[in-house]
């Protein structure tokens, strides 16, 4: 798969490195920004009330 | 050469692969979440509060001090009427409190997160000023830290009139069925006494769900109206809170 990757990618290796980096970092992002709060809200809860 | 590396490529590579990639996604959660509760929550309730307190400096103009310990009006569920300042907390530790203290009304928001119990009395009233906040979990943690309260630390709840001090007396912990801790005065049935008590209600064990309660138990010992600036006790634990609010 990532060998796949490397093989799609056109250019020298230097060119292929900073794309993955940046692909690298757009995925990082979306996953912070989408992904972690979507799980967020399918762990259980905690009650800090009384009484409920 | 190549032709034979592209034919090596078993599906047992890509499960491999595959699987690193999601270690990764998960080891990411354990890093992010802690990082977002206690750093990123926390810092935009920080900026929050300071333009919350802001926007009543500008109001409080108008209306001159007459001596009495005001008492806010009950607002309607969902709705921000003050801030909680704890230095015990963190020494910039200030969160927004609203009213009601339903999951999705006040408490899983980062821009509430403190909420309070609408049976229960406002600031500056004869009997029980009850709140509840998250301490753990993924949303908001405005009580994560309840442990560090001592007795005698001082907890400041301001609203647009001014500063209400409440000082931290004990903290126990309960049964999540027992709803005498939101008594007029706590555990006690009947008249109510002259006593204004502060109590904040959370979960416990911290990060390990929520069999229990912890709850602080604070009194009320005065009230500063806000054309007298923040107490001077606040200002020598969180001096940062000069800069915002004066």
Known sequence: MFSLLWRFLPG????????????????????????????????????????T | MRKQRRAKLSPLTVIGELLILGGLGVFGYIVWQPWHTSVAVVEKQLQLTTADSKAWDEEAAQAPYDGTVPVPEQPP??????????????????????EGTGWWETLNYDDKGIGHYPTSVMPGETGNFAVAAHRSGGFITPFKEIMNLRIGDPLFFETADGWYTYRFRSLEYVLPTDVGVLNPFPWIEGEPGTDQILTLTTCHPKNWGSDERAIAYAIFEGFQPRSDGPPAELAELNPAILGGTS
Do not use: C, D, S
């Open chain 1, 12 to 51: 020298p290796a230097w060119l292929r490195v900073v794309v993955l980096l940046a692909l690298a970092v757009v995925l990082v992002w979306v996953v912070i920004n989408y992904v972690y709060p979507w799980v967020l809200v399918q762990f259980p809860e905690e009650e800090a009330t009384v009484g």
């Open chain 2, 77 to 98: 569920i969902g709705e921000v009427f003050g801030t909680l300042h704890v230095p015990a907390f963190g020494t910039t530790f200030a969160n927004r409190v609203a």
